[in-house]
């Protein structure tokens, strides 16, 4: 084996740790380990790949791009094995980030042929690997902030596959199209004016993937977005519930205040007769009345004692059996909007267990606690039919083919308050274990 020629061969994949960070960048929130220890992982098995593929390239003659386009499938495989996306999104980004990448690759060849017009892409020079090995990490450092602030966004909010999956069809267009695109021989570039017009191409097609993706997570955003108000209008609505039930409440009793001269004539009267039996029926009545429409306070803040007053109401109109004891911090030391977020979507996906059974096995237990004056604990039990999706311990929806949207809103929102959620279930209970620190 020509030493010479393994070396030389090394820089070729450099390439491979400015994509490798390119992926990791929208999925900073979904990765299964510490960025620290990903690094190190993804060092552990691209070293060792490098110095191979040098190997299998100047011993067996083997096409470096061959190898490269060979390993796309386990380098694949590692990446998922590294996050906590489902299979759509993986890919989805995944794709995505090679796609982009092949346009760097493009540009060496170009610099490759300015230099030496009669090689071709299978010997790239070294100079050429780091001219694009630099431009890859340009093309990272363009990335880093968009990808952080607003691609993460759809990442961790849009669970949508089927959108996904199209995204993954529309890089891979762009993928294989560079890649039918290397020049064999250098020559063809320096044809005509070729010379000009393949940087061209190569640069219109850029900015239109750059484009596409732009706009795609721009829309998503808009309809994240939108979700996030309807669930706003929805506690609103709930709201404006609790209001009118007080409403009638308050008017009720005004009528029971303006008659109660009359029930005190009439009870006067009834015990001058010594009749008790319907001085308790009058009684019973009065009470029974006067609780009517009475609307429950669970806590100090309005926005989570109608939230809670609605479900409560939607679980007993359902035949739920409730057993619910709620304690939370006064005054709130957690964001309203994720508490709200938070019970909604804990309560909405009990009462939806609840009713796939029988009216008479259906219950529903809550339980909120503050413990060591620095943590929220909430339990939650509820029946269901033992029906459930699982993929890598995570629930996916029973609705759609995506993942639990509500519980994965539950579980970012106790890690992003320090805390945890787990979930787990049986044949006839589905648990949730929430912790908060507050």
Not at 127 to 150: M, T, Y
Not at 184 to 191: G, I, M, N, V
Not at 378 to 383: G, K, L, Q, R, Y
Request: aromatic share 12%.
């Amino acid at each position: 084996m020509n030493i010479t020629k393994w070396l030389s061969a090394l820089p070729q994949f450099l390439i491979l740790l400015p994509t490798a960070a390119s992926c990791y960048l929208p999925t900073e929130k979904q990765m299964k380990y510490t960025p620290a220890r990903t690094a190190a992982l993804c060092l552990a098995v691209l070293i060792p790949y490098a110095l191979t593929a040098s190997w299998v390239h100047a011993a067996l003659k083997v096409s470096i791009n061959l190898i490269l386009l060979l390993s796309l499938v386990p380098f694949f495989f590692l990446f998922r094995a590294t996050v906590k996306t489902d299979l759509p999104l993986s890919l989805a980004i995944y794709v995505g980030v090679c796609a982009i990448e092949t346009f760097p690759i493009q540009f060496a060849y170009l610099f490759d042929a300015c230099r030496h017009p009669l090689s071709g892409a299978a010997n790239l020079s070294a100079e050429a690997a780091f001219f694009r090995f630099g431009l890859s990490c340009l093309l990272l450092a363009a990335f880093v902030r968009p990808a952080r602030r607003h691609f993460s966004q759809a990442v961790d909010n849009f669970d949508f596959p089927k959108i996904w999956y199209s995204t993954v069809i529309l890089s891979s267009a762009f993928l294989i199209f560079n890649v039918l695109a290397v020049p064999l021989s250098y020559r063809t570039l320096h044809t005509g004016r070729m010379l000009f017009l393949f940087p061209l191409l190569e640069i219109c097609a850029l900015a239109l993937l750059t484009s596409v993706y732009v706009l795609f997570y721009r829309g998503t955003a808009v309809i994240v977005e939108h979700a996030k108000l309807k669930e706003r209008s929805q506690l609103l609505e709930m709201q404006a519930h609790q209001y009118h039930m007080l409403q009638e409440h308050m008017s009720q009793t005004a009528r029971l205040r303006h008659d109660f001269r009359h029930s005190v004539h009439l009870l006067s009267s009834l015990a001058e007769k010594g009749d008790i039996s319907n001085i308790q029926a009058h009684l019973t009545e009065y009470e029974t009345r006067l609780t009517e429409h009475v609307p429950a306070n669970y806590c100090t803040n309005a926005a989570l004692n109608a939230l809670f007053g609605y479900y409560h109401e939607m679980a007993v109109s359902s035949g739920i059996h409730t057993d619910w004891h709620i304690h939370l911090p006064e005054p709130l030391a957690v964001s309203e909007l994720d508490l709200t977020a938070l019970f909604g979507n804990l309560m909405e996906n009990a009462i939806a267990g609840c009713l796939s059974l029988p009216e008479r096995s259906r219950y529903f237990s809550l339980t909120t606690e503050i413990r060591h004056k620095n943590s929220l604990y909430i339990v939650s039990t509820n029946s269901f039919d033992g029906h459930v999706r699982k993929e890598k311990d995570r629930y996916r929806s029973t609705k759609h083919n995506g993942n639990g949207i509500g519980l994965a809103s539950i579980t970012a929102t106790a890690e992003k308050h320090g805390g945890s959620a787990r979930f787990s279930n049986n044949d006839r209970e589905f648990f949730a274990d929430v912790v908060l620190r507050i």
